[in-house]
Nanobody, 120 residues
Framework: QVQLVESGGGSVQAGGSLRLSCTAP????????MGWFRQAPGKEREFVAA????????YYADSVRGRFALARRNADNTMYLQMNELKPEDTAVYYC?????????????WGKGTLVTVSS
């Protein structure tokens, strides 16, 4: 079992920035694909972004491409999501996820989520 812990959520005005972090305490996830999903109130959870274990490949939803950027530091079992030019429609609970077999859209392990609120 892999425990994932998110941090960095909060409230920001439109146009602002936040950086989310995801760590895997006590467990090496350096060879896992990792990613972020989000769920807005009243909506289904949706894919946001993912990064391969080498960091060489990243994938983004069209709605965030060009505004969000992923990075990971395997030595610390940590992944980061830099979110810029935030919009009210980015308001959601953001979940960190990881998968040992490279499944981007159906990852095996999930964190409990961190809330991001963007006000207009």
């Amino acid at each position: 079992q892999v425990q994932l812990v998110e941090s960095g959520g909060g409230s920001v005005q439109a146009g602002g920035s936040l950086r989310l972090s995801c760590t895997a305490p006590g467990r090496t996830v350096s060879r896992y694909i990792m990613g972020w999903f989000r769920q807005a109130p009243g909506k289904e959870r949706e894919f946001v972004a993912a990064i391969t274990w080498t960091g060489g490949n990243t994938y983004y939803a069209d709605s965030v491409r060009g505004r969000f950027a992923l990075a990971r530091r395997n030595a610390d079992n940590t992944m980061y999501l830099q979110m810029n030019e935030l919009k009210p429609e980015d308001t959601a609970v953001y979940y960190c996820a990881a998968d040992p077999r490279g499944k981007i859209y159906a990852m095996d392990y999930w964190g409990k989520g961190t809330l991001v609120t963007v006000s207009s």
